[in-house]
């Protein structure tokens, strides 16, 4: 089988009997396109490049690069198949989550400050360690963040849109009764109609005070305002590396209200996603041009 492909590296390995065209989603988009069967999308370079969709009348299937995609599907025309990037962003996000916990938790924000000042003033912070860990979406990136938890020696509870009990995950449905005993609350969740507002006034009224809300999955799972609210007081903190609205803007009140970490959506993007995500595009064009069965298919 010989096949026309767009890629976003120029560096991949393709199948013999593959032309390339490369599109990095940052320059002008290439002629000679209409013959294009396999698009393998540019990673985090904004809404053009899934715009291209409509514009390859030959597309059979479109790679993503990205573990959610239901931005995606209203783009795909009939017969064009899905596949994400499912357990390329599982190590990168769960080192970030991580990492916005440690900071959150040992008051790093603090310790840097007084660095700027030439400051030396000690004092004992909380730990990870034996804390109460609320893990919502236990997927391959929840399960990912739950093996550092677990050798942070974290107390961890899986929640899941359903329950699994032969798998000891909790089903949202029970929220209510966990979150009051959660030290920690970490969400990684989709932007679905399900999970929109998943923790409302109600979930972070129920959180004991000084509790921890970290949000590595989509910011609409978590009422903004509420949060602004909550964490304002100083009852509750928060550990964001997503938001609602995003970008967040520059004079929103999250930006400045202590007890609150925010970086920008960058939990997946480390050094290691990139090789990973140009092994699975090449074992992708593979297993197309020789007809088996594509991985990380996503029903649509």
């Known amino acids: 089988m010989s096949a026309r492909v767009l890629l976003p590296w120029t560096d991949i390995e393709v199948p013999e009997g593959v032309e390339a065209a490369y599109y990095d989603g940052g320059e002008a988009v290439p002629d000679g396109l209409a013959d294009v069967e396999f698009y393998v999308l540019p990673y985090d370079r904004g809404p053009e490049p899934p715009k291209l969709i409509k514009d390859l009348p030959a597309l059979r299937v479109v790679q993503s690069l990205s573990a959610g995609v239901e931005a995606l599907v209203p783009l795909l025309p009939p017969g064009v198949r899905l596949a994400n990037g499912r357990?390329?962003?599982?190590?990168?996000?769960?080192?970030?989550?991580?990492?916005?916990?440690?900071?959150?938790?040992?008051?790093?924000?603090?310790?840097?400050?007084?660095?700027?000042?030439?400051?030396?003033?000690?004092?004992?912070?909380?730990?990870?360690?034996?804390?109460?860990?609320?893990?919502?979406?236990?997927?391959?990136?929840?399960?990912?963040?739950?093996?550092?938890?677990?050798?942070?020696?974290?107390?961890?509870?899986?929640?899941?849109?359903?329950?699994?009990?032969?798998?000891?995950?909790?089903?949202?449905?029970?929220?209510?009764?966990?979150?009051?005993?959660?030290?920690?609350?970490?969400?990684?969740?989709?932007?679905?109609?399900?999970?929109?507002?998943?923790?409302?006034?109600?979930?972070?009224?129920?959180?004991?005070?000084?509790?921890?809300?970290?949000?590595v999955g989509r910011g609409t799972a978590i009422d903004t305002d509420a949060l602004v609210a909550e964490t304002r007081t100083g009852r509750l903190r928060a550990g964001l590396d997503v938001t609602d609205p995003e970008p967040l803007p520059a004079d929103h009140p999250l930006w400045t209200v202590a007890g609150v970490v925010i970086t920008p959506h960058i939990a997946g993007g480390s050094a290691s996603f990139y090789p990973r995500a140009k092994t699975l595009a090449a074992e992708q064009l593979r297993r197309y041009v020789q007809g088996e069965e594509l991985l990380n298919l996503v029903e649509h």
């Open 87 to 215: 357990g390329l962003h599982d190590l990168s996000v769960a080192e970030h989550a991580l990492a916005l916990i440690h900071a959150a938790q040992r008051d790093l924000p603090r310790w840097f400050a007084q660095q700027a000042r030439g400051e030396w003033v000690r004092e004992h912070t909380r730990s990870l360690a034996d804390s109460r860990v609320l893990l919502i979406g236990h997927g391959s990136i929840g399960q990912a963040i739950e093996r550092q938890l677990v050798a942070a020696e974290a107390v961890v509870t899986r929640v899941a849109s359903h329950p699994r009990p032969d798998e000891d995950v909790h089903g949202v449905a029970e929220l209510p009764e966990l979150l009051p005993h959660a030290d920690i609350v970490v969400l990684i969740l989709p932007d679905t109609p399900a999970t929109r507002g998943l923790v409302g006034r109600a979930e972070l009224a129920a959180l004991p005070d000084d509790a921890l809300v970290v949000n």
